[in-house]
């Protein structure tokens, strides 16, 4: 939170709030992502824990960005993609 925000405390109450547990796995319920406090990991059903991108089962699936490669690359791959698309 910026030093003076203009929220004040209130501010630090609203981001305390949302990270509530049940509301974090409420979340995750609501637009499948996984929750940001790992209280509510925890805490969530089995039926959401396919959502959660910290679960052992999904840590393995997931794809690290290479960052260093996109910015080598951005201008190329996104003037081959724009190409790709405009032939299909």
Do not use: C
Not at 43 to 70: C, F
């Amino acid at each position: 939170m910026p030093k003076g925000n203009p929220g004040g405390i209130d501010a630090f109450k609203l981001i305390s709030h949302m990270q509530e547990p049940a509301r974090q796995i409420e979340f995750t319920n609501l637009q499948r992502v996984g929750p940001a406090n790992p209280a509510a990991t925890a805490a969530m059903p089995k039926a959401l824990r396919d959502y959660d991108p910290t679960q052992p089962d999904n840590l393995s699936q997931q794809v690290i960005v290479d960052s260093q490669w996109w910015a080598d690359n951005f201008d190329k791959a996104r003037a081959e993609f724009a190409d790709m698309l405009q032939r299909s």
